[in-house]
């Protein structure tokens, strides 16, 4: 968690130290703006605009010593799962090709589409809207690219003589060439290409995957045989599955703990050693989330769950694939109490034995052992699937369709929040009319109808549907998040810092995003967690009533729905173990929210209703 | 701009809305990429199947030209000619199908907003009255906890606790007036106090479970609202003059405490409408909430989208009453630049 926050942290930061090179008149603004959503990585970049202060780079220079005792300290960390991370690297590579045949697909899609309803002029308007789109992702490219810096440092008189205007426009015309060139490329059959180079950077990393994983099945492995004369072949020194299980999440979790542990030092490092300013608003902040209790809880739950969705993998006693999705294509072996042999069985047929069906003889509860051997932290399903595996990889693919959604939601409500405070008028008139239309279908129904609707196209097969739950959760959450900022961009929009910088000559877009948005970001992210919470809960209830994950990818609601039949028996687990998890890190998530709000804002007090909370209503 | 301009204006931003949400189901039949036909029709590989698929686009208005359909439909929704369900229950009307399973919703959704205010904010008021008390952090802690709780789940809980538990003989069930615990509620001659209680019991546990989420938040901003206004100066004054504790209790704090509640009761009662969907599929209950659900699943789009213009409908009457009570209850409302 904390790695990712400090990564978007310097992105953010390096467009902003881009940024401030150029017109150093404006940097008094950059600051006050800059209050709310500020530093965590990198503030030195930032220096760099203002002459007095010294680089963060010469900072480090300086006094090297302190990072590099935290550099030395962060490659143990990470060396214990350098393999795990190469693995990661090389499956999210290697799906590049897939996204872009998707993208193609979609392209595809969407011509027909429109050429099918409205004809030609239909066909017009797509590809107006594909440009546009294609100029905000230049526009992105162009504020990730440091290219301010990149001249700086290899051709200062350049950079020192340009015009921010110029230069701007060959960013531009550079980026449209490369973009045009990579979708041009990816219609002919040049896509072979780039399968060729994912395939020469897979195996130029293979030797890494190698790399022993600390934390993995094959190095703690839990599963195993019992041995006639009593013991355990297979598993970890020999300890009964349940121990070397337990000895497995123990490690996964305790190694989370450093990382983060380590990572907070790191920021602590560099407030000590490196910050210029010795006090900024940010350190009252952290103070007040140190000692919120209520918010503590929540980071402790969000901390657990977030381990456990990353870790997925290897914190189930078996595996997705060999228990759930294929069960009948592995096998296993056991002592046979009746024969007295080690014999092999398919899994898929020890599963069936293995069933929770409600009656004291088909049972297999928590913490309890099945008939081969195999140990079921919480039980198992009434197929007799692993719940703990199921729960893991649940908890997984509801984190993944989190972020995304929330993700998407917070940047389409940023991006609107601050075009409508910004021009007001008739463009907020429009963006309040389809906000109340969107929020004036209860959200349950619209996720149902847009589910059913867009339930046959491509885009419901891509993971197993969550990548398009996750459009439709974003789709239809915006509005919610951006009432919230609404106030706070009417009011910023209103600060003579924007007026001065418009009479500056500075460009609009620019203003929204040097001079608005850092105010707005502070208060999104008071929000951001507790719509992660509501996403999570609203796919679960999706999923519930059928519609959303498809069978058989875990995820927790299909779990409460499996069991409901037996809540009142001796298999309880089923429906009971999932829906407590749900809550509570339903509850977690908004803690953290009212925890982050306490602290970046301590007038607001908690009776103010946003609608954006996870609540149990909403599913 | 004065309150009324302000209410006048509302007012004329709900027409908007109407508008967009109708355009929204319109696109949704026309252009939806499942074809609704296709989907009424299912098989449409055989002669007779195509046939029926033609007929079918035909009725639906589909073979129109663009602008001529958009503007029969437009028509047809604002005068409230809401077309036919075509799967769920083949050749009746929508009207008459709101008219069946409307009342159900309605009995299940008033008693979904009155538990919880009848609990929620008496509780919340305790809580406020003794805050940081025992009793405070543990009534405080069950509204946090039944806040987050999913419906879906309290309602598998809630269900199969009513059906197996019993108390010296007695379960849920047989309590009373013999019910069974899922299944619509009989509305028919609720003057006899007999069959009332009948429908009252038969609604309650699903009404519990939908108002779960309100409740929670209630407790909360209940207890929020009292610890603001019992700190005001006026509540000091009047006590230093001597007014009765009652009537500082009864008329200074909890009558102010409750303007942040209108807002909360509304807002709730809107979530509610959603969360009817999965209450009433799990208590099978035959209200809207599982007509839509049924629609849903079996691809009766244009009932879909009818009923979803009835959803937009309530919501906006819901969002223009809840601003007609701001109106009256707060003398600031626009006059605040908000």
Sequence with gaps: ?619 | MSRWGYFGRRLLLSVPVLVVGATLTFLMIRFSPTDPAAAIVGNTNTEAGREAYMAVRQDLGLTQPLLQHYVTYMTDLFTLQLGQSWVVSRGTPTVELLRIYGPRTLWLAFWAVLIPIFVGIPVGFYAGLNPNTPVDYLLSSTGIVWRAMPNFWLAVILLTALSQLEFAGVTWGSLGVETTVTGSPDLSNLLNPQNLFGAVKQILPAAVVLGSASMGSEIRIARTAVLETINANYVEVARARGVPERLVLGKHVFRNALVPLVPTITNEAFVLVGGSLIVEVVFNINGVGYLFYQAAVNGDLPLLAALTFVFILIVVFMNLVQDFLYVLIDPRVGYDNQ
């Design chain 1, 1 to 619: 968690m904390t790695d990712e926050d400090t990564a978007g942290a310097n992105a953010a930061d390096e467009c902003e130290g881009t940024a401030g090179v150029s017109t150093p008149g404006e940097d008094e603004g950059t600051t006050g703006a800059n209050a709310a959503g500020e530093d965590e990585g990198a503030t030195g970049a930032n220096a760099a605009g203002a002459d007095e202060d010294p680089s963060f780079r010469e900072r480090l220079a300086a006094a090297p010593r302190p990072a590099a005792l935290w550099a030395l300290g962060a490659v143990l960390v990470v060396l214990p799962e350098l393999g795990a991370l190469v693995e990661t690297l090389v499956v999210l590579g290697s799906q590049v090709p897939a996204v872009l045949a998707t993208a193609l697909a979609g392209a595809e899609w969407v011509r027909d589409l429109s050429l099918g309803a409205f004809g030609p002029a239909g066909w017009a308007v797509a590809l107006a809207l594909w440009a546009f789109a294609l100029a905000v992702v230049v526009e992105v490219l162009r504020l990730a690219v440091p290219t301010r810096a990149l001249l700086r440092r290899f051709a200062p008189d350049v950079a020192e003589g340009a015009e921010h205007r110029t230069l701007v426009r060959y960013e531009r015309a550079v980026l449209a060439v490369a973009v045009a060139a990579a979708v041009l490329l990816a219609y002919t059959p040049a896509l072979g290409l780039v399968d060729g180079a994912i395939g020469v950077f897979v195996s130029a990393l293979s030797p890494l995957r190698e790399l022993p994983t600390l934390l993995s099945r094959e190095v703690i492995p839990n599963q195993g045989h019992r041995l006639p004369g009593g013991g355990w072949e297979g598993t970890f020194l020999g300890l009964p599955p349940a121990f070397a299980w337990a000895l497995r999440v123990a490690l996964i979790y305790l190694y989370a703990a450093v990382c983060v542990w380590w990572g907070l030092r790191g920021y602590r490092v560099y407030r000590r050693h490196y910050r210029v300013s010795s006090w900024t608003p940010t350190d009252d902040t952290l103070g007040a989330l140190r000692v919120h209790r209520w918010g503590n809880f929540g980071f402790l739950v969000v901390f657990l769950f977030v381990t456990m969705a990353v870790f997925a993998p290897a914190l189930g006693p078996t595996t997705v694939q060999e228990n759930i999705e294929r069960p009948y294509s592995y096998s296993i072996q056991y002592l046979n109490e009746e024969t007295g042999g080690i014999e092999e069985i398919t899994v898929g047929r020890a599963n069936g034995e293995s069933r929770s069906r409600g009656l004291p003889d088909t049972n297999v509860g928590p913490l309890t052992y099945d008939d081969f051997g195999r140990f079921h932290p919480f039980g198992t399903l009434p197929n007799g699937k692993d719940l703990f595996t199921f729960i893991v990889a649940g908890a997984r693919i509801s984190l993944v369709i989190g972020l995304l959604s929330a993700g998407a939601s917070a940047a389409i409500a940023v991006v609107v929040a601050l075009a409508t405070a910004y021009y007001k008028g008739v463009l907020d008139l429009a963006m309040v009319v389809i906000g109340d239309t969107i929020m004036g279908v209860p959200r349950l129904l619209i996720l149902v109808l847009l589910t059913v609707l867009l339930g046959d196209t491509w885009l419901s097969e891509i993971y197993s549907g969550g990548v398009l739950l996750a459009l439709i959760l974003a789709g239809t959450g915006w509005p919610y998040l951006w009432r919230t900022v609404r106030g706070p961009a009417l009011q910023v929009a209103e600060e003579e810092w924007i007026d001065a910088a418009r009479s500056f000559g500075a460009a609009p877009a620019r203003i929204m995003r040097k001079h608005m948005a850092p105010y707005i970001v502070g208060y999104l992210l008071v929000y951001f967690s507790m719509v992660l919470g509501g996403v999570i809960l609203a796919v679960a209830g999706l999923t519930f009533l059928g519609l959303g994950i498809t069978a058989p990818t875990p995820e927790w609601g299909r779990a409460v729905n499996l069991g409901q039949d037996y809540v009142a028996s001796p298999s309880w687990h089923i429906s009971l173990i999932p829906g407590i998890l749900i809550t509570l890190i339903v509850m977690g998530f908004n803690a953290v929210g009212d925890a982050v709000r306490d602290a970046i804002d301590p007038e607001a007090e908690g009776g103010t209703e946003s609608g954006v909370e996870g609540r149990g209503g909403g599913a």
